[in-house]
Nanobody
Framework: QVQLVESGGGLVQVGGSLRLSCVAS????????MAWYRQAPGKQRELVAG???????NYADSVKARFTISRDNAKNTVYLQMNSLKPEDTGVYYC????????????WGQGTQVTVSS
């Protein structure tokens, strides 16, 4: 099992910045990929950014050049630095971890609210 705990959400004005953190605990040794997803009211959950254990990253087009995902493997922590925030970035942000082994398993955090006010 893997437990994920997010922190860092909050209320910010347009153009502001926030940094989200996600700490993984439990059976973290085989986590291959970690990511941040978000879900806005009435919309489906969408991938925001992901990072592999080797450091390869990918981003949704809507956040490229504004958001940066990073990972500290020693601390089992993934971060999402969000700059130049827009109202459309508002939503609940979820941390995701993909553990590989005899089967591939997905784990989710409880989510942290990000609200960007205009």
């Amino acid at each position: 099992q893997v437990q994920l705990v997010e922190s860092g959400g909050g209320l910010v004005q347009v153009g502001g910045s926030l940094r989200l953190s996600c700490v993984a605990s439990g059976s973290t040794f085989s986590i291959a990929f970690m990511a941040w997803y978000r879900q806005a009211p009435g919309k489906q959950r969408e991938l925001v950014a992901g990072i592999s254990s080797g450091g390869a990253t990918n981003y949704a087009d809507s956040v490229k050049a504004r958001f940066t995902i990073s990972r500290d493997n020693a601390k089992n922590t993934v971060y999402l630095q969000m700059n130049s925030l827009k109202p459309e970035d508002t939503g609940v942000y979820y941390c995701n971890a993909v553990r590989v082994g005899s089967q591939t398993l997905h784990y989710w955090g409880q989510g942290t609210q990000v609200t960007v006010s205009s």
